[in-house]
């Protein structure tokens, strides 16, 4: 998650994250930092892409 770019995510056709949780559930550093940018690209932009979990 470090290392993809963001910006790049609106030209994907499919992008699949997958991601692990320590403790109680609690993100990796990395997917908090890549989950705060995708808010601010996306959903506070009012731009968001079909998701699915």
Known sequence: MKDYDVSKMEFQDLILVV???????DPPDNGEKFYKSLKKRFVEQGNTPNIAS
Do not use: N
């Open 19 to 25: 991601a692990s949780t320590f403790g109680s559930g």
